[in-house]
């Protein structure tokens, strides 16, 4: 056995040894520990939702629901920030893009130009800086209204909106690539908005001791940020059993929408009591 090899097994053993394997359970990826916020509401969605029902939120959690970036993950990545070097295009994307606001929205990122070069370099910050922790990614379609503008008061850049009604793809419809900050995102943003605004180098040591311990929030903050998700999980069952085809899914999802509905109502009870 290689040395990666053990190590690969050694990290199984250590994981297995402190979560169970159970679909309804979740291993930190920092530290390998029970999940601190699915881990105490583990039983309560079990008994809400069923065990099936339970994997599902939990798979689904994991995606895009649990507030890593205010805990573990954003304190680890906030460590890892010194020996980052950010250009001019992650420093355009981090203003352009919104804080982790309850109510923020995903950014559709253009590049600064048409070309295939300024696509390029566009992908290119942008998952530099996902790998760093300071945005999320995901895919949108443009808005149809030429005129609107985002919460941000960006617009669609002319050269977009000729390059994108000329596409084969515009009738079918096409998603584009989109960002919002992470918690660590938006505190590197408002404590270095100076730097990144008038292209200084970025002191990392400015604030790099403050940013993990500010970055990771009390479990009360984490279970509300949780409810926020698990409330959208509720509305996203309305729109099923709205649009169901049959009375039997119909009725499946309405049921499990008043099953998410009381889970919600204790993970709310869970952020006030904690």
């Known amino acids: 056995m ?20 159970d679909a309804t359970s979740y291993a930190c990826p920092v530290n390998g520990r029970p999940c601190v916020v699915l881990e105490p509401l583990r039983e309560r969605m079990v008994e809400d939702l069923g065990h099936d ?3 599902d939120l939990t798979a689904n ?37 919104q804080p ?20 390029e370099a566009n992908r290119r910050a ?3 800086l996902e790998s760093a922790g300071l945005v999320q990614l995901s895919r949108h379609y443009p808005s149809w209204d030429r005129l ?3 919460k941000a008061g960006q617009k669609e ?16 419809g096409r998603r584009y690539r989109s960002a919002m900050l992470t918690p660590l995102g938006g505190l590197v943003v408002e404590r270095y908005r100076d730097e990144l605004e008038n292209g200084k180098p970025i002191r990392w040591a400015k604030h790099i001791d403050g940013l993990p311990k500010d970055v990771r929030q009390p479990k009360s903050e984490l279970f509300r940020q949780f409810s926020l998700w698990v409330g959208a999980a509720v509305r996203w069952s309305g729109f ?12 499946r999802a309405n049921q499990r929408r008043e099953a998410t509905k009381r889970f919600l109502a204790f993970v709310s009870e869970k952020a006030e009591d904690t």
């Not at 205010?70 to 994307?93: M, P, Q, T």
């Not at 850049?157 to 079918?172: A, C, D, I, L, T």
Request: contains cysteine.
């Open 157 to 172: 850049p002319e050269w977009f909106q000729v390059k994108r009604y000329g596409s084969r793809y515009n009738h079918m």
């Open 126 to 128: 942008l998952k530099k």
């Open 148 to 150: 609107a503008t985002t």
């Open 53 to 55: 029902g339970a994997a």
């Open 100 to 119: 982790p606001t309850d109510d923020a929205a995903y950014e559709i990122i253009y590049p600064d130009g048409p070309s295939r070069a300024a696509e």
């Open 240 to 251: 099923s059993a709205m649009f169901a085809r049959t009375q039997e899914n119909r009725e």
């Open 61 to 97: 959690a994991v995606k895009s629901g649990l507030p890593c970036g205010s805990c573990y993950v954003g304190e680890r990545d906030a460590r890892s920030l010194g020996g980052l070097r950010l250009g001019k295009h992650e420093r355009r994307i981090l203003l352009a893009t």
């Open 2 to 21: 290689s040395v990666a090899d053990g190590n690969k097994a050694s990290t199984k053993r250590c994981v297995s040894e402190t979560v169970s394997s």
